[in-house]
């Protein structure tokens, strides 16, 4: 997976990304990461990126010649024309599915906007997907461009080890993950779960997809409906459902 982010900030972009996990995969070549500095395409004498919005109002615009001219280097470098993800809260909002699609390309190309926003005109000529993070407001697109490299290069093979393993975990099956502890048994006067020390695997086991069916019908109902339960696992959770709203 090779990821070009077209930005006006590209130490933003190297600096966040460098580390744990994805500094390994990096340093493995299992992905690689070209932060393409927008500014370095202008043609302005004065190296300017942006300028006033027509019909006035507040902010500026960043034009489209750099951003254009930044996106077909990468074009040409890599032979092929990529998918191009626009950063916008106008988006669609990013989740797991998305990342796991996402991850199956060769290259992806961010674009992060600043300011008011971006030039229409370039985003319908280069743009294939426009995607948020989530309703909140951030001042730039280098943020989300970063949550998604996290997201997705997790999904990429062999980025995760065995023990980082992309299957069991929050999401997967749709369900939220069970609660971990570890040493020492007690701490500040609270004890591990006995279970958990039983050492009988099953029961460990049985124990945890209860957590797992707790902790989502709770926090997360919403996630339920596409969760894959058998039908004594549904009364449960009817159960607990039926409970709270008793409460
Ligand atoms: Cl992708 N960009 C900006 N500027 N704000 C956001 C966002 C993106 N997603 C959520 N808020």
Redesign the pocket.
Known sequence: MNYHVLTLFPEMIEQGLNTSILGKALDRDLISLEAVNIRDYTTNKHMKVDDYPYGGGAGMVMQAQPIYDAYKAVEKKIGYSPRVIY???Q?KVFNQQMAKDFAREKDLVFLC?HYEGVDERVLEEIVTDE????D??????EL?AMVMIDAISRMVPAVLNNEESAEFDSFHDNLLEYPQYSRPETWNGKQVPPVLLSGHHANVEKWRREQSLIRTAIRRPDLLEKADLTAKEKVFVEKILANREGL
């Open positions: 950063l916008t809260p988006g906007g995607v948020s993070i989530g909140y407001v951030l001042t730039g697109g989300p």
